[in-house]
Structure formats: structure tokens, C-alpha cells
């Protein structure tokens, strides 16, 4: 549906955007990230045809955005950071003024009433758009990205400045239009775009670093030889015996997670899967594991490690809980 090849915008002699490409199934959400001045908005000006590009080209649904720009802009529906809405107006009329703007052909009652459904704002559409909450005001935004039924949704920061019911009820509604179109959202907010997203593509310096899902990134950039295991029964003892297995470098007693029960951090070689043979070492002795995972990052700590080169938080994070404990003298 979407697909973006070798897209670049330079201004001067600075390249906001450099090379990017990537593409968007149909029926799938994307997450596109990046932090403040990488070239995300950029990018995303340049899929809805805001702004031109120096080379490359933006196809929307096979339509090239620069060569035919009326074409392409009908399968899009944009929903930019601000709604651009019109507070004089009540919520029927502006989306009556946004069809005629649109030029749709769908039945304009029924259709417009269904948009109005979705999103939940029948109640509200006789009232004037400056009287509602923001809340109320984004699902207009919504509403008025949605007419004309366009295939391509691009949404640019939709729930900043929501209150934590007004989010989720936000996410529910991008999940639910991505059954029946291509989503691309553009967010700040990492959980929002690991709970709603199919896929994510990260964007750094003007350049993509990342395009997959959150899991297989996770898996890629994890250390897999490291895993966090807890345990019931003596710390000591337990140590000595996980410290047995081959190939294992180094066991340390992190901490009591609740009464008897210890939390062990586990480095094996590079490489080297450990966790059947922590299993079988722990049940030969009666030992029960309680947990056992490997040290995956979350996405916050992808996101970190990928724009700037940063791992607190990950297999840093407890050599660094470590070294804390250790010159304490704690386990």
C-alpha cells in the first residue's frame, strides 16, 4: 500500500532526510519513531505530498506522490499533530465542509453518520468543535481523516496532550481502523506504539536504523548468553551449583526477591544457550525456578541503543547494579 524508495530532502546544504526506504502492507500499522529533529515529520510531510522531496519517490497505493499528487492524496487520510479543526463551526458542519473539500462520492448522510459512530462522536455533533474537550476534538481530527474512506491513514502524534482514559480509548480506535487500513503513527510515546503497532521503523540522523517487529528486535539486539533466573532455597549453595555449568562465566546473587527466593544474573560465553542446562542443574536438586528470561530490551531500551548508542538499562544496567552492590560489600 505504502512504499518508499531511496527518499531524501535536503535543505541547502543540510539533509534532513537521507536515503530512506521502507514499505507498509496492506492492513498493517506501522510505528515510525524517532526523536526530535531525525527527520520523522519530514518524512511523513513528504508520504502525504506537504512538501516535495529532492529525489526519491513515495508510492501510495502505486500512485507516486509528486507525479500525480491528486491521485494519491485521495487514498490518504492525515491527521496531524494539531487537529485542524475549526472551532466556529459545529462538529457536523466542519465534516460536511471536509466532504465537499474531499470531493467524495460515497453518500454523504450514511457515510458521514458511520465516521461519526466509529469514532464515537454522534453525541457531540451538534455542538461547537471549541466547546468540546481535546479529547473530543482529536476524534474529530479522526473523524475528518476518515472521510472519503481513503486506504492510507497517516497519524502524526495522535494522543499527545490526552489524559490516560482519553489514550486508551485513542489506541482502541487506531487498532480497530487498522482492520480496514494502512496506519502509519508517528509517536514519542513507546508503549503506545508497543501496544497498537505491528512494526516499527526507527529513524536516526535522517536515516533508518531499525525496521522490524518490537520482538525480533528485542531478540536481535539482547545478549541471549545472559539470563535473569530466580529460585528458592540457600543463595550460597545455588550459586556454586549454577557456577558448575559449562561454559558458564559468571553467577552473581542479585538480590532476595521476597523471602528465600533469590534473583540470580547468569553470563555464559558468547553464544552458549544455558537455560536447559539451568533447568536440569536446579530440578536435579529440588531446586524451583520461578522465573527464568533472557536479558531482552524493552522497547525504550531499543529505542535508546539504536539513536544513541546507549544500553542502561540492559545487561549495563546490572553490571552496573552489580559493581553498585559489590562495593557495598552486598550480594
Known amino acids: 500500500m505504502i512504499e518508499v524508495k531511496n527518499l531524501t ?4 546544504s543540510k539533509t534532513a532526510v537521507n536515503n530512506v526506504s521502507f514499505s507498509v502492507n496492506e492492513g498493517e500499522i506501522l510505528g515510525f519513531l524517532g526523536p526530535n529533529g531525525a527527520g ?29 499528487p491528486i491521485a494519491a492524496k ?10 485542524p479543526v475549526y472551532g466556529d463551526m459545529t462538529v457536523r458542519e466542519y465534516l460536511n465542509f471536509v466532504y465537499k473539500l474531499k470531493k467524495s462520492k460515497l ?5 458521514l453518520a458511520e465516521i461519526c459512530e466509529l469514532v464515537k462522536i454522534t453525541d457531540v455533533q451538534n455542538r461547537l468543535i471549541r466547546n468540546l ?14 472521510v472519503g474512506n481513503p486506504g492510507v491513514l497517516i497519524l502524526d502524534e ?8 482519553q489514550i486508551i480509548e485513542i489506541r482502541t480506535l487506531i487498532k480497530r481502523l487498522g482492520k480496514h487500513h494502512t496506519v502509519i503513527l508517528s509517536s514519542h510515546i513507546l508503549p503506545e506504539v508497543q501496544a497498537v503497532c505491528d512494526r516499527i521503523v526507527v529513524i536516526s540522523s535522517g536515516s533508518i536504523v531499525a525496521n522490524d517487529t518490537t520482538d525480533a528486535l ?17 543463595s550460597e549453595e545455588i550459586r556454586k551449583l549454577l557456577s558448575s555449568i559449562p561454559g558458564m562465566e559468571r553467577v552473581h546473587v542479585n538480590r532476595e526477591a521476597e523471602p ?30 520461578l522465573m527464568m528470561r533472557s536479558n531482552e530490551l524493552t522497547l525504550e531500551e531499543i529505542f535508546l541503543k539504536l539513536t544513541t548508542g546507549d544500553t542502561y538499562g540492559t545487561a549495563e544496567k546490572y553490571e552496573r547494579t552489580l559493581d553498585k552492590h559489590e562495593k557495598g560489600g552486598g550480594k
Open 9 to 12: 530532502k535536503q535543505y541547502g
Open 40 to 68: 520523522k515529520s519530514t518524512t511523513m510531510n513528504m508520504l502525504t505530498g506537504y512538501i516535495s522531496s529532492t529525489s526519491g519517490t513515495a508510492l501510495i497505493n502505486g500512485i507516486d506522490i509528486l507525479e500525480d
Open 74 to 83: 485521495k487514498c490518504i487520510g492525515y491527521l496531524p499533530e494539531k487537529p
Open 107 to 111: 453518500p454523504r448522510e450514511s457515510h
Open 133 to 146: 474537550s481535546k479529547g473530543y476534538q482529536q476524534r474529530v481530527g479522526f473523524a475528518q481523516a476518515l
Open 158 to 165: 495522535p494522543t499527545v496532550g490526552l489524559d490516560p482514559k
Open 218 to 234: 528485542a531478540r536481535n539486539l539482547s545478549a541471549d548468553h545472559k539470563l535473569v533466573v530466580r529460585t528458592e532455597g540457600n
Open 260 to 289: 528465600g527466593v533469590w534473583e540470580y544474573f547468569l553470563e555464559a560465553a558468547q553464544d552458549r544457550d544455558i537455560r536447559r542446562d539451568v533447568s536440569k542443574k536446579l530440578s536435579s536438586r529440588n531446586y524451583p525456578i
